[in-house]
């Protein structure tokens, strides 16, 4: 089936198809143990709770779209799980959190074959990096909470495509891989559209702040307009050296990154001046194993 | 403007002697406007009695407000007698609730079904009008502006500020003055702490220079330790609100079920011993179920 209306477009129908596959999209496996664990405690620490949360891009997403709906409308659009926490209460955020572990798990195995497990520990590798690399390059200029959701949610197009269009992203994954073809480029030969425009048309339909949909939408580029998405590409660029890139292939095919001025046009002499980010690709492992 | 306590308790009724002069009903609050306008403030167990003042003004127009869903807010609503009486109108306001998604109308749906109450809602004669207020929406009822704001409370809890001719009064609700829930060697610490004093000023702003603050003041300073995060409030912070916001009169109210009367007057005497000092023109009373007060 081809839903899309063209390039780079994606048919109302399709729209409403994809948000009503996040709407019923489980978490990962290890948040909803922990949730579960957590609120079976009648004295669990907040804080340890908003860690889940904010670990989770599943249940990141839907506590984002209920806070930066037109019902709170608050001022300023919401980036951050402490945020809502602030607004919403902590116990409602957690029963929001329960009401979403419910619906089930993230399975390991979807129709689509793509690596779930795999795709979370990439995601939270790249929301460090891009607070690691915003501190370090961009400072003052990006908020370290944008720069952490930016990371987190910005290949959230990808699961949706695994959740509501399997076959598709399949024959997509397989086309990159045959061609040597990076993912979005597949993508958009095989559904007509990529996983960030699937990410940034969501983001918008749920009133998330224009700077995180235009840096969802943008992180393929061609151009990278603003710090933040500057900060998002080159993180999304050391993910992949790391082996963290969520079958992205990013720079298949021999693909040349133009590098934003800030980092001196040198990926290597990047990496080298942001250090060692070996606790970082720790922590993200810990965090979404799900057994243990 | 006036208003008037139906009842002062949290969480439970606490009927008996031990409660005879405070009274044991839960919160309800009767606000009158200067043209009559009637608004209530929440449907505890209070709105029983002031229901039966109402049957001598048929019809009845009420203007309910409901601060939150918890049961000591709302499980008068039934018992509400001019609900069952045609050519009355009841119009329920609250908030809507993000995890069930549901509206106001949820408060009744929830009491009135088969197995919890012998009445449904198609059976009551009044006219009833359910309407989910918008955080921060200003409602014109009558002469009367009433406005929301979202508090603290392990629900969505609406704080109802009510303005008529140049005189308002503010009404928490249940309320947890806002604390970080990091520690401080934590490193989200100081984000947090920014953001709830963002959410606390704006709060503030809210409840500004109020001729009536009216306050869950659940707690004495020594109890609120071991229920922080329960979503009350206690004396010692209802006063420094009431100082910071610049409000006329402080009532304290939501008063514990375990505490009696003699009880309830020793916790106040000693709180108000400790800030007498430096409450300058600020009137701090003790909510009291029929206690009326003309602004």
Not at chain 2, 142 to 167: A, Q
Not at chain 2, 284 to 290: K, N, S
């Amino acid at each position: 089936m081809r839903g899309a209306v063209g390039m780079g477009q994606i048919s109302v129908e399709l729209g409403k198809r994809l948000n009503s596959a996040v709407e019923s999209m489980p978490a990962f496996p290890k948040s909803v143990q922990r949730i579960l664990e957590l609120t079976r405690d009648i004295n669990c620490r907040p804080k340890d709770l908003v860690g889940v949360i904010e670990k989770d891009p599943v249940i990141t997403i839907k506590v984002l779209k209920i806070i930066n709906s037109a019902y709170y409308g608050l001022p300023n659009k919401i980036t951050s799980i402490n945020q809502s926490a602030v607004y919403l209460g902590v116990n409602t955020l957690k029963n929001l959190a329960l009401s979403f572990s419910t619906i089930g798990i993230l399975p390991k195995k979807n129709e689509a074959n793509f690596d779930i497990q795999h795709y979370l520990v990439s995601s939270l590798v790249t929301a460090n990096l891009v607070r690691a690399i915003g501190a370090k390059f961009a400072a003052g200029e990006v908020d370290p909470t944008d720069c952490y959701i930016a990371g987190l949610l910005h290949d959230f197009g990808k699961v949706v495509f695994a959740q509501c269009m399997p076959e598709e992203f399949n024959q997509a994954l397989a086309l990159s891989a045959s061609d040597d073809l990076p993912l979005h480029k597949a993508e958009e030969k095989v559904i007509g559209a990529d996983h960030t425009l699937v990410g940034a048309m969501l983001a918008k339909r749920w009133q998330f702040p224009a700077s995180l949909a235009d840096c969802i939408a943008g992180h393929h580029g061609p151009k990278y307009e603003t710090p933040l998405a500057e900060c998002l590409l080159v993180a999304d660029l050391i993910a992949e050296r790391l082996g963290y890139d969520s079958n992205g292939k990013i720079s298949a095919g021999g693909v040349e990154h133009y590098l934003p001025k800030r980092f001196g046009g040198d990926l290597d002499a990047t990496m080298a001046e942001l250090g060692d980010t070996s606790k970082m690709i720790a922590e993200a492992k810990m965090f979404s194993q799900s057994e243990g | 403007m006036k208003f008037k306590f139906w009842g002062v308790r949290g969480s439970i009724p606490a009927p008996g002697p031990h409660t005879a002069r405070y009274g044991g009903n839960t919160t309800c609050i009767e606000v009158r406007s200067d043209n009559g306008t009637l608004i209530i403030l929440d449907g505890g167990t209070g709105i029983f009695a002031l229901a039966q003042s109402l049957l001598r003004e048929l019809p009845v127009s009420a203007n309910i407000f409901i601060t939150h869903s918890h049961w000591d807010h709302i499980h008068g609503l039934p018992f509400f007698i001019p609900l069952f009486i045609p050519g009355n109108t009841v119009r329920l306001h609250g908030a809507m609730d993000p995890v069930t998604g549901s509206g106001v109308e949820q408060v009744m749906a929830v009491q009135l079904q088969y197995s919890y109450f012998p009445v449904r809602e198609a059976e009551m004669k009044a006219a009833i009008e359910y309407k989910s207020l918008a955080i921060g929406q200003s409602l014109e009822v009558g002469d009367v502006t009433v406005t929301s704001t979202l508090l603290n409370h392990p629900v969505i809890d609406f704080g109802y500020r009510i303005e008529c001719n140049g005189k308002s009064l503010f009404f928490t609700g249940d309320h947890e003055p806002y604390y970080n829930i990091y520690d401080r060697e934590d490193a989200d610490y100081a984000e947090y702490q920014a953001l709830i004093e963002e959410k606390q000023s704006s709060v503030d702003q809210a409840m500004r220079g109020v001729d009536a603050l009216i306050v869950d003041s659940s707690y004495t300073r020594e109890e609120y330790p071991a229920k922080k995060g329960w979503g009350h409030g206690y004396f010692d912070a209802s006063i420094e609100m009431a100082l910071r916001v610049g409000a006329k009169r402080l009532y304290c109210t939501h008063h514990e079920p375990t505490r009696g009367d003699e009880e309830l007057e020793a916790v106040f005497a000693t709180v108000m011993e400790r800030h007498a000092s430096r409450l300058g023109e600020l009137q701090v009373h003790l909510a009291r179920e029929g206690l009326e007060v003309d602004l």
